[in-house]
Protein backbone atom coordinates (compact mmCIF):
# COMPACT_ATOMS: atom_id res chain seq x y z
CA UNK A 1 0.00 0.00 0.00
CA UNK A 2 0.99 3.59 -0.84
CA UNK A 3 0.01 6.06 1.34
CA UNK A 4 0.54 10.15 1.85
CA UNK A 5 1.55 11.43 5.04
CA UNK A 6 0.65 14.78 6.43
CA UNK A 7 2.32 16.88 9.08
CA UNK A 8 0.57 18.88 11.89
CA UNK A 9 1.63 22.18 11.42
CA UNK A 10 0.96 22.53 15.53
CA UNK A 11 3.30 19.42 16.40
CA UNK A 12 5.55 18.30 13.95
CA UNK A 13 5.56 15.11 15.92
CA UNK A 14 1.70 13.80 15.13
CA UNK A 15 0.78 13.15 11.44
CA UNK A 16 -2.02 11.23 9.28
CA UNK A 17 -1.95 9.52 6.21
CA UNK A 18 -4.37 8.28 3.94
CA UNK A 19 -3.91 5.92 0.77
CA UNK A 20 -2.07 7.64 -1.93
CA UNK A 21 -3.77 10.22 -4.24
CA UNK A 22 -6.61 10.52 -1.42
CA UNK A 23 -7.61 14.64 -1.00
CA UNK A 24 -7.05 15.20 2.77
CA UNK A 25 -9.78 17.25 2.47
CA UNK A 26 -12.76 14.73 1.31
CA UNK A 27 -12.45 12.26 4.30
CA UNK A 28 -14.78 12.96 7.17
CA UNK A 29 -12.63 13.40 10.18
CA UNK A 30 -14.69 12.60 13.76
CA UNK A 31 -15.93 16.31 15.41
CA UNK A 32 -12.86 15.21 18.15
CA UNK A 33 -10.20 14.86 16.15
CA UNK A 34 -7.05 16.04 18.17
CA UNK A 35 -6.98 19.99 17.38
CA UNK A 36 -3.45 20.00 16.63
CA UNK A 37 -4.48 18.06 13.36
CA UNK A 38 -6.54 20.48 12.03
CA UNK A 39 -3.79 22.14 10.62
CA UNK A 40 -1.26 20.18 8.09
CA UNK A 41 1.57 20.22 6.02
CA UNK A 42 2.36 17.60 3.04
CA UNK A 43 5.62 15.26 4.31
CA UNK A 44 5.83 12.23 2.09
CA UNK A 45 4.13 11.46 -0.48
CA UNK A 46 4.03 7.38 -2.08
CA UNK A 47 5.60 5.84 0.44
CA UNK A 48 5.25 2.30 0.80
CA UNK A 49 4.49 0.12 3.50
CA UNK A 50 3.91 -2.98 3.76
CA UNK A 51 2.39 -5.43 6.18
CA UNK A 52 4.17 -7.11 8.16
CA UNK A 53 7.73 -5.08 7.81
CA UNK A 54 9.38 -3.12 10.18
CA UNK A 55 10.39 0.19 9.64
CA UNK A 56 12.57 2.73 11.16
CA UNK A 57 10.26 5.64 11.49
CA UNK A 58 6.96 4.08 11.89
CA UNK A 59 4.76 1.32 12.69
CA UNK A 60 3.54 -0.06 8.86
CA UNK A 61 0.61 -2.57 10.28
CA UNK A 62 -0.89 -0.13 12.53
CA UNK A 63 -0.90 2.35 9.84
CA UNK A 64 -2.43 -0.01 7.54
CA UNK A 65 -4.98 -1.43 10.08
CA UNK A 66 -5.69 2.08 10.55
CA UNK A 67 -6.53 2.85 7.07
CA UNK A 68 -8.58 0.14 6.17
CA UNK A 69 -10.32 0.44 9.37
CA UNK A 70 -10.99 4.42 8.87
CA UNK A 71 -9.48 5.46 5.51
CA UNK A 72 -7.28 7.26 7.22
CA UNK A 73 -4.41 6.69 10.11
CA UNK A 74 -3.16 8.89 12.92
CA UNK A 75 0.43 8.56 14.23
CA UNK A 76 3.59 9.72 15.15
CA UNK A 77 6.88 9.49 14.09
CA UNK A 78 9.61 7.53 15.71
CA UNK A 79 13.01 8.08 13.63
CA UNK A 80 15.07 10.10 16.04
CA UNK A 81 18.70 11.69 15.11
CA UNK A 82 20.82 12.78 18.30
CA UNK A 83 23.23 15.56 17.23
CA UNK A 84 24.05 16.31 21.05
CA UNK A 85 27.29 14.33 20.52
CA UNK A 86 28.45 16.76 18.02
CA UNK A 87 27.63 19.52 18.88
CA UNK A 88 30.26 22.34 19.95
CA UNK A 89 33.03 19.47 18.50
CA UNK A 90 34.52 21.39 16.23
CA UNK A 91 38.27 20.77 15.74
CA UNK A 92 39.41 23.26 14.16
CA UNK A 93 37.12 26.25 15.66
CA UNK A 94 38.49 24.91 19.22
CA UNK A 95 42.02 25.69 18.72
CA UNK A 96 43.46 27.52 21.41
CA UNK A 97 44.16 30.98 20.26
CA UNK A 98 46.83 32.06 22.74
CA UNK A 99 48.98 29.39 21.96
CA UNK A 100 50.17 31.92 18.98
Known amino acids: MKIDIYT ?5 S ?3 SVPKGVKIDSI ?3 FDLDPDLLTLSPFRTRL ?8 SA ?12 KGY ?4 AKNIID ?3 KAG ?3 AASTDASAN
Not at 8 to 12: F, R, V
Not at 73 to 76: N, P, Q, S, T, V
Open 8 to 12: SIKNG
Open 14 to 16: KNI
Open 28 to 30: SFP
Open 48 to 55: EVIKGKAH
Open 58 to 69: LDQDDVIKQIED
Open 73 to 76: AIHG
Open 83 to 85: LGS
Open 89 to 91: SND
